[in-house]
């Protein structure tokens, strides 16, 4: 949505210099409220009774400020109050764009350079520049797991839980499985298996993942994913199973435990819009 420059101007004369944490405003006078209230008019006249919180703060050290805004309200916040929709705007050719959309608690930033936006922190979770927007980073969310060859004993067994993709190794086509049990599940039940080879690996989804719960005497498969990259544990558990972090080309999946499968919980992700 174009917004008059003249928002950006105002903004560019009043900001100061980068704050940690940031200090959000609930002021309907507050400096970056007409931003706020053009670029998500819509958004908030369907969340009656929201509280907006906005601050301003040169992340780039330009000396023109970006925007934070929080929307408090049932609908836009996660555990209470606790952790609300918040996001960055950035003023960017011609227009206000949103480099960075999470639920969150606080931000905190460092300082910005050469018109590079500063790395900011999330809560606990650390976020970098790529060039457009804001992506998490990775190692920054959990426990990296380690993976082990797969037996040639065990290989068969372990292919079925691919499908049909399972038939290229007797085709002769290059495929490895690797596999990891560390800190998964207290009953150590689960068993997560990675195949790799250059027919199905793809540039957008990654690897092939498949987690596996061990009934008796056979394991079935409670998650069907992809990585781009890497996967890690969280520290949140759900009865007994930990969550699931697969890296993506935005970001990560944190995948969580229902009772009886995997699916996914949060997508901890760079905008796309």
């Known amino acids: 949505m174009k917004i008059a420059l003249a928002f950006a101007a105002l903004l560019a004369t009043t900001v100061s210099a980068s704050a940690v944490p940031v200090e959000l405003s609930d002021s309907p006078y507050a400096q970056a409220r007409s931003v706020i209230n053009v670029v998500f008019g819509n958004y908030v006249r369907n969340l009656t009774g929201v509280q907006v919180q906005s601050g301003v703060v040169d992340l780039d050290g330009d000396g023109k400020g970006e925007i934070v805004a929080r929307f408090v309200h049932s609908s836009s916040c996660r555990d209470g109050t606790k952790a609300c929709r918040t996001v ?12 960075l959309d999470r639920f969150a608690d606080k931000i905190d930033v460092g300082s910005g350079y050469r018109d590079v936006p500063a790395p900011i922190k999330v809560d606990a979770t650390a976020w970098k520049w790529d060039g457009s927007r804001y992506r998490p980073e990775v190692a920054t969310l959990g426990n990296p797991l380690t993976f082990k060859p797969v ?13 049909q993709a399972s038939k290229l190794s007797a085709a002769g086509i290059p495929v490895t499985y690797s596999y990891t049990q560390e800190g998964l599940s207290k009953g150590n039940d689960l068993m997560l298996v990675k195949m790799e080879g250059s027919v199905v690996c793809g540039k957008l989804n990654g690897c092939p993942v498949r987690i596996l719960k061990k009934e008796g005497e056979t394991w079935r498969p409670v998650l069907s994913s992809a990585t781009t990259g890497s996967v890690l544990t969280s520290k949140m558990s759900r009865q007994g199973y930990h969550d699931i972090l697969l ?15 995997y699916a996914v919980a949060d997508r901890i992700e760079g905008t796309t819009k």
């Open 247 to 261: 890296e993506t080309k935005d970001g990560a999946l944190q995948m969580g435990w229902t009772g009886s499968a």
């Open 151 to 163: 037996t040639e004993k065990a290989r068969d067994s372990v292919a079925k839980a691919f499908g």
């Open 88 to 99: 960055v705007l950035r003023h960017m050719g011609g227009d206000w764009k949103i480099i």
